[in-house]
């Protein structure tokens, strides 16, 4: 079984900055894209920031010039450091995957349960 499991949330105060972290364990074949979305209360979950296997990053304009997605292929791991947050980066931070589990099917999405990020003065 495949999970993707977070780590790093927490509350911070405005200008401040944190690192969410999220591995991918179980059985599978590979790993497509992996990305970080949020969720803020009240609304709907939205991307922050993808990265495919080959490193190419892609940010929602709010993150830009903040945010820095990264991974690690070799430990199956995705990285979202965050710089100057605000208190609109407030919600719950998802991980997400693009999982192959083997060689004969497609890849599919999975999602980590979520990390709270609270930005509060």
């Known amino acids: 079984q495949v999970q993707l499991v977070e780590s790093g949330g927490g509350l911070v105060q405005p200008g401040g900055s944190l690192r969410l972290s999220c591995a991918a364990s179980?059985?599978?074949?590979?790993?497509?894209?992996m990305g970080w979305y949020r969720q803020a209360p009240g609304k709907q979950r939205e991307l922050v920031a993808s990265i495919t296997g080959s490193g190419s990053a892609n940010y929602a304009d709010s993150a830009k010039g903040r945010f820095t997605i990264s991974r690690d292929n070799a430990k199956n791991t995705v990285d979202l450091q965050m710089n100057s947050l605000k208190p609109e980066d407030t919600g719950v931070y998802f991980c997400?995957?693009?999982?192959?589990?083997?060689?004969?099917?497609?890849?599919?999405?999975?999602w980590g349960e979520g990390t709270l990020v609270t930005v509060s003065s």
């Open positions: 997400h995957g693009e999982i192959r589990r083997t060689l004969s099917i497609k890849a599919t999405d999975y």
């Open positions: 179980g059985s599978f074949f590979s790993i497509n894209a």
